[in-house]
């Protein structure tokens, strides 16, 4: 088996080897690269993909592999997806050819959750727990609607304890993982056992129902709002997609789709961004995790217009949005700016710029300014600058009314998110914006001073 790390949005997919020149694929994205290189590589064709659940931070790329190579779509029926698939339901079992892929209906991160066992003879193997039972964890009761989610953590409650009566030795496989925003709370460690989880799972070791699910609750932070939607793309089908490339437009195209509304999002490195950049645009430097902060700030309702350094790759910025949902629905990516913003300077286009204040320089630019730190909040509690001012970045999004109209300087743990939010401030009318490079710990290692800590 071969796991395939999305280490931007914090997923594992797997890939089965049947023993025959056949394939299992669980919980594949839309963005099928990684998966086909992969089995590419081992002369493997897929023939079964499975999905756990309805997915929220990705779209899947089931049904892609079931149109382009003939798989078999294997979900849980209650999910009623209005696409050709096998409707699995508790107990069902699948011949894969010597093994056998048994279900398990386990309720709680979605309403129609299932674990798949896979069974060599009488033993199991192991058992794809997607967004169920995970590495010292389980995964988020709150993204199907904010009235079941008591309930579904309850149900949550009920499925692990039934994923713990497996035996020791038996492998968990879950989907998400370390940097996933729908792991509640997210760890580090990607795969397990059941052994292992029973003995170190706080989850797991909690008193009884109610207990666990005050724990799992309070766990629970903010996510992107993409995942309101996307599920329900994944219910009702991804549609196809081709291509991978960005239509070229003019200077004067994109000066008149800004000025119809669309935005420009600015994928180039926080220093690129800082020297100049068009007035208005979003940056969300194209790293691994693009994907979530564009789901997490572009706005749904606007067309997008990408602005790129020309030797980042258009195909990598195209699938990361495709697999957060941005060719699907009516926020298309209408094209890039033709020859960058090196275009946009020579016909003599007005710029904006945005300064970098070095960590030891913050003592002397916070005179008069207000410090915003836009982490998350439980990165914020484990250390932040005194009296720095607390918004996240995802409110940022929604309305920039929380931060001062005064000077401010933005920081995050490395600068590309405080680079997100000082662009949004920007967009807002802010005029004194200025970003720090790094984070607290390099502000605490340059002064000398202590970190706080607490909300």
């Known amino acids: 088996?071969?796991?395939?790390?999305?280490?931007?949005?914090?997923?594992?997919?797997?890939?089965?080897?049947?023993?025959?020149?056949?394939?299992?694929?669980?919980?594949?994205?839309?963005?099928?690269?990684?998966?086909?290189?992969?089995?590419?590589?081992?002369?493997?064709?897929?023939?079964?993909?499975?999905?756990?659940?309805?997915?929220?931070?990705?779209?899947?790329?089931?049904?892609?592999?079931?149109?382009?190579?003939?798989?078999?779509?294997?979900?849980s029926?209650?999910?009623?997806?209005?696409?050709?698939?096998?409707?699995?339901?508790?107990?069902?079992?699948?011949?894969?050819?010597?093994?056998?892929?048994?279900?398990?209906?386990?309720?709680?991160?979605?309403h129609e959750h299932l674990a798949f066992e896979v069974v060599d003879g009488s033993r199991v193997l192991g058992v794809f727990t997607g967004g169920s039972l995970l590495v010292g964890s389980a995964a988020r009761t709150d993204l199907v609607s904010p009235e079941r989610t008591e309930e579904l953590a309850r149900a949550q409650y009920r499925s692990l304890q039934r994923l713990a009566r497996l035996d020791d030795e038996v492998a968990v496989w879950p989907t998400h993982g370390a940097g996933s925003f729908c792991s509640a709370p997210p760890g580090t460690e990607r795969t397990s056992t059941i052994g292992t989880e029973r003995a170190t799972n706080t989850l797991l070791r909690a008193e009884n129902e109610?207990?666990?699910?005050?724990?799992l609750l309070a766990s629970l932070g903010s996510f992107p709002p993409s995942f309101l939607r996307l599920g329900e793309i994944n219910r009702r089908g991804p549609a196809p997609v081709s291509g991978d490339t960005l239509h070229a437009l003019s200077v004067g195209e994109v000066a008149r789709l800004a000025a119809e509304g669309a935005q420009l999002v600015d994928v180039r490195p926080v220093p690129d961004f800082a020297a100049g950049h068009v007035p208005g645009s979003l940056s969300i430097p194209l790293r691994p995790v693009f994907a979530t902060w564009l789901g997490w700030l572009a706005?749904?309702?606007?067309?997008?217009?990408?602005?790129?350094?020309?030797?980042?790759?258009?195909?990598?910025?195209?699938?990361q949005a495709r697999k957060v949902g941005y060719d699907q629905i009516d926020n298309q990516i209408v094209g890039e700016l033709d020859g960058g913003l090196a275009s946009w300077t020579e016909a003599a286009m007005p710029t904006g710029s945005i300064p970098l204040v070095p960590a030891e320089s913050?003592?002397?630019?916070?005179e008069g300014s207000a410090v915003l730190d836009i982490r998350q909040d439980s990165e914020f509690a484990a250390g932040h600058v005194p009296g720095a001012v607390h918004v996240e970045l995802g409110d940022l999004a929604v309305s920039t009314t929380a931060v001062p109209s005064r000077p401010t300087v933005v920081m995050c743990g490395h600068g590309e998110r405080a680079m997100s939010a000082a662009s949004l401030l920007a967009r807002a009318g802010h005029r004194e914006v200025a970003v720090l490079e790094g984070g607290p710990a390099d502000w605490a290692a340059t002064t000398g001073q202590r970190l706080e800590t607490g909300a």
């Open 77 to 110: 029926r209650a999910g009623n997806r209005e696409f050709p698939h096998s409707g699995i339901v508790d107990g069902d079992e699948v011949d894969l050819g010597g093994l056998t892929l048994r279900a398990l209906a386990t309720p709680g991160h979605t």
């Open 1 to 75: 088996m071969v796991s395939l790390v999305d280490e931007g949005l914090g997923n594992s997919a797997y890939l089965v080897d049947l023993g025959d020149g056949r394939a299992l694929a669980v919980d594949a994205s839309l963005d099928l690269r990684a998966l086909r290189a992969a089995a590419g590589r081992r002369g493997l064709r897929v023939v079964y993909g499975a999905d756990t659940h309805l997915h929220a931070d990705f779209l899947s790329g089931a049904l892609r592999l079931a149109a382009e190579d003939g798989a078999t779509v294997l979900a």
């Open 299 to 319: 706005e749904v309702d606007r067309p997008i217009v990408i602005v790129r350094k020309l030797d980042q790759d258009p195909a990598e910025i195209v699938w």
């Open 210 to 215: 109610d207990a666990f699910v005050a724990q």
């Open 362 to 366: 913050l003592q002397e630019a916070r």
